[in-house]
């Protein structure tokens, strides 16, 4: 599903759980947001296929260096994965990394669920806990606390430009803020020409509002376990479409749906009711096909 503690609200350090996942790595259960912070399926294994294979960390590890963007940062799997991956394929390879978090208490509290990560990258993760700075000879990486949206503003005058960005909020309905054409413009800004974007969201609302703020998109495949009415793992964006798996007919015909009107946030700062609210006034004002009517036709439960 998602990640950890990521909207612009407070997150009691009490209101989410250790949960087991299939892969045998723990996660959080958010009893704030009623989410997990991952797939069920398995948290470690989704940092590696909706994040770090997505953005083809692997083949960028070739070059000297590269800079990595994790908005909602969370328990640091994404960050964790994409360094395994990176020095796995480059020992050399210098990262400069940003993460963005709101509650820096998730970092720290999940430095208890680091056993199933190699011996180097539980150190690093555990130093970003513990001072949100981490530096050596091939890595400098800080993480940002604060709500994104703002934090995003230092990176973008800095003229931040990420090989790759993994976008991990909660679900788009319990934290919309993260969401919307307006912050993802602001994301975009940081995204290299030739870098990627991955999230494991595949709502329409989201592929629209990544279209608006100017990227292509395409479809992260579906993997060998899944459910019925899933279509996708998730959602690749880039400037440019050529090196993106592209939408099925499907997929194509869910942005034309009511569910592909995106979130809004003119001035970076409605809360979640506000944004939700606009958003349905939006869909009542348009005359496009119902999403329960594109689920009938394509026989999605």
């Known amino acids: 599903m998602n990640s950890t503690a990521r909207c612009s609200r407070d997150v009691s350090p009490m209101s ?33 296929q909706k994040f770090a294979d997505a953005t083809r960390l692997a083949q960028k590890a070739q070059q000297p260096s590269l800079k990595l963007l994790d908005v909602c ?45 190699a011996a180097p990258i539980q150190e690093v993760l555990t130093t970003l806990a513990k001072h949100q700075v981490c530096q050596h000879s091939t890595l ?20 931040f430009q990420a090989d790759a960005i993994f976008l991990d909020p909660f679900s788009p309905r319990r934290c919309p803020q993260l969401w919307t054409v307006d912050f993802f413009q602001r994301v975009a800004s940081c995204l290299a020409q030739t870098g990627i974007l991955s999230t494991y969201s595949r709502s329409a609302s989201v592929r629209t509002a990544l279209i608006e ?5 395409g479809t992260i ?7 019925s009415h899933d279509w996708a793992q998730g959602t690749i964006a880039a400037w440019g479409g050529e090196l993106l798996e592209p939408l099925s007919q499907m997929e ?50």
């Open 73 to 117: 940062y969370g328990l640091g799997y994404n960050t964790a994965a994409a360094l395994e991956v990176i020095w796995a394929v480059n020992p050399a390879c210098r990262v400069e990394l940003y993460g963005l978090e709101l509650d820096a208490t998730v970092p720290m509290s999940a430095i208890a669920l680091l056993e199933p990560w």
């Open 140 to 159: 400098e990486a800080r993480v940002l606390i604060g709500d994104a949206r703002q934090t995003i503003q230092s990176l973008m005058q800095g003229g």
């Open 252 to 301: 194509q015909e869910h942005l034309q749906t009511r569910a592909a009107i995106p979130y809004r946030d003119p001035c970076l700062n409605d809360g979640a009711e506000t944004i939700l609210a606009r958003q349905a006034q939006e869909q009542r004002s348009v005359t496009v096909e119902s999403t329960s009517s594109w689920r009938r036709r394509w026989g999605i439960s």
């Open 16 to 48: 989410w759980t250790h949960l087991l996942t299939q892969d045998g790595s723990y996660t959080f259960f958010s009893s704030e947001f009623g989410e997990a912070f991952h797939s069920r399926q398995g948290a470690k294994t989704e940092a590696f």
């Open 221 to 227: 495949p579906l993997g060998e376990v899944h459910g």
């Open 213 to 217: 703020a100017g990227l292509k998109i």
